[in-house]
């Protein structure tokens, strides 16, 4: 079964709920801790990550807190996927074809392929701006 990691799922909520946010102030961590229920050591591991890839910035002292390097829809959802799990190939053969010794004569090589490549383009048709929810009962039920 193709899953997502916590890391995947509890990061992209953590920026969707930063965008709705972040209104040119940065956001603490704790705030975004609060509202997404997601540990705060949890959270702060996953940020590590998110800045490593140039997509949240922080600030620190007073006023200080989290922001996105660019505007909510430049942001796509596989932008921030791919930040925490890496990239997304359904098996290990369509990124790394080398390291299958059938892989000339699959069958199924191609599928695999072409699957992982419509995950991909939806993934990076979705911004943080179509996932950030838009009233408290979003929020809720997220």
Not at 47 to 76: C, D, E, H, V, W
Not at 82 to 92: I, M, Q, S
Request: with cysteine.
């Amino acid at each position: 079964m193709l899953k997502l990691s916590t890391k995947g799922r509890y990061g992209l909520r953590a920026m969707a709920e930063l965008a709705g946010r972040c209104n040119g102030e940065p956001v603490l961590l704790d705030d975004l801790s609060e509202a997404q229920h997601i540990p705060k050591k949890y959270l702060y591991a996953l940020f590590g990550a998110l800045k490593n890839a140039g997509l949240i910035r922080s600030t620190r002292g007073a006023g200080g807190g989290y922001m996105l390097t660019r505007p909510a829809g430049q942001i796509t959802v596989l932008d921030v996927v791919t930040a925490l799990e890496g990239p997304l190939d359904l098996v290990e053969c369509v990124g790394h074809p080398e390291q299958c010794g059938q892989h000339a004569h699959c069958p199924t090589a191609v599928l695999w392929a072409d699957l992982s490549k419509m995950i991909q383009d939806y993934l990076g048709g979705m911004t943080l701006l179509d996932v950030i929810p838009k009233d408290a009962d979003d929020r809720e039920s997220g």
